[in-house]
């Protein structure tokens, strides 16, 4: 398993709790149009994820992160 797969892997468990729909995610899955998510779920979520990865999101990168593979992408280059 790639290091980016057990990223995908652990962003899908983070995603888990907040995926209301039980939307199969893949690296194109939208977190504003597939999962429906407000912006007060993304920013529990982006919390979430900087924890579990001990990385730090800005607001700048979170505005350009629209999908899973990007968020996977993302945290790979910071965790880097």
Do not use: C, H, Y
């Amino acid at each position: 398993m790639s290091e980016r797969d057990e990223i995908f892997t652990k962003v899908a468990e983070q995603v888990e709790p907040f995926n209301k729909k039980g939307i199969t995610l893949t690296d194109s899955t939208t977190f504003a149009g597939d999962l429906e998510w407000d912006s007060l779920t993304v920013m529990d979520f982006v919390a979430a994820i900087e924890d579990e990865f001990d990385i730090l999101i800005t607001m700048n990168m979170q505005a350009e992160i629209e999908t899973v593979g990007q968020l996977v992408d993302a945290v790979a280059k910071l965790k880097a």
